[in-house]
């Protein structure tokens, strides 16, 4: 079997880092993944390209030259034609809607994965209210993170498969830990709450910073970790200098390795306004590190409050001060809920089961 992911990318994201998983792990079935990105004219190299390259996937770049270029359905037909691909998979609104158009040109099925939706402004909203139309109407099978997303698609079309960690890459000993702090001045005594994820709007990072300016005098051992670069930064940085934050709050900018970074965290944080289920919090419960996270999208598929991590109602600074305060007076409330929750993640959210169950998918869509 011939696959060829499809994405318009910016960086390693989480949809990123799935598709790779995704794509090593159906090429060590012996099937052939080859991962292909869209550039356009601003982009002097593709990190998912990169990243590929060096977990040695065949890759593929097809130029643009705008939003939506014809020149890249005819690239991308072309390719799909002369590679004898057998589905194309998409991985989000770009990707989907050009990839329809060359999927039905050049005459074989399109799935997609659904990796989450935004619609935190005018013109995203606008492209995703489009991409669920093609989904619907040109996909053989939308695959989705949480079954919360796109709840009007049938049965039929729709297919549920979560995301999947590599479990063994997180763990770690007290030299990691040291490791990381001593890289970022961060003392054995301070207690450390991090998040990772792209600075912008949607992740709401600035929930975090607004606990930390509550929290930070009444706790002189805290410090604030934020993992990540976006459009965000520069408005996020501005709030720790007005503040007097800057020696509270470590901005690392975006690291190649997340799993370095986990070690050095006491409790893992997101913020966020909209998510699908995401990869950060598996790999804080794969570190054993304690996660409390905004109720959204498909985070209470794999929190369950009080049991795997502490929920929040997003938006709300009082709950997260709370929560964070809970944790960081018991560490014997830390150690129950990082333990829980690596079991849970252990048993539910494997890289291997994700490949399997892709596996399966690709199969059916591709059975006469």
Known sequence: MKILHFISSGGLFGAENVLLTIAAGINDHGWISVVGAIRDGRQEHLEIIEKAKAWGIPTVVFESGGKFDLQTISQLKKYLCEQKIQILHTHNYKSDIL???????????????????????????????????????????????T???????????????????????????????????????????????????????EKNQMLLLQA??????????????????????????????????????????????????????????????TEGVPLTILEAMAAHV?????????VADIIQDGVTGLLVRPGSVEILISQFQLLLSSSEERHALSQRAFAFVKENFSQERMVERYKAMYQEVAAP
């Open 99 to 145: 990839g329809a158009v060359a999927a039905r040109w050049a005459g074989i099925p399109a799935v997609a994965t659904a990796h989450g939706f935004t619609d935190m402004n005018r013109a995203v909203s606008g492209y995703e209210r489009l991409d669920r139309f093609v989904l619907r109407s040109f996909f053989k099978k939308v695959i989705v993170v």
């Open 147 to 201: 079954d919360k997303m796109l709840p009007n698609f049938s049965r039929k079309k729709k297919m549920l498969i979560s995301n999947g960690i590599n479990i063994q890459r997180f763990a770690w000993g007290e030299q990691k830990r040291a490791e990381f702090r001593s890289r970022y001045k961060i003392a054995a005594t301070d207690f450390v709450i991090g998040t990772v994820g792209r600075l912008s709007p």
């Open 212 to 273: 930390a300016e509550h929290m930070c005098a009444a706790h002189p051992q805290l410090k604030f970790l934020l993992v990540g670069n976006g459009p965000e930064e520069k408005k996020l940085k501005d709030f720790v200098k007005e503040k007097g934050l800057t020696d509270k709050i470590i901005f690392t900018g975006l690291l190649p390795d997340s799993s370095a970074v986990y070690p050095g965290m006491d409790i893992f944080t997101l913020t966020s306004l």
């Open 290 to 298: 304690p996660v409390v996270a905004t109720k959204v999208g498909g």
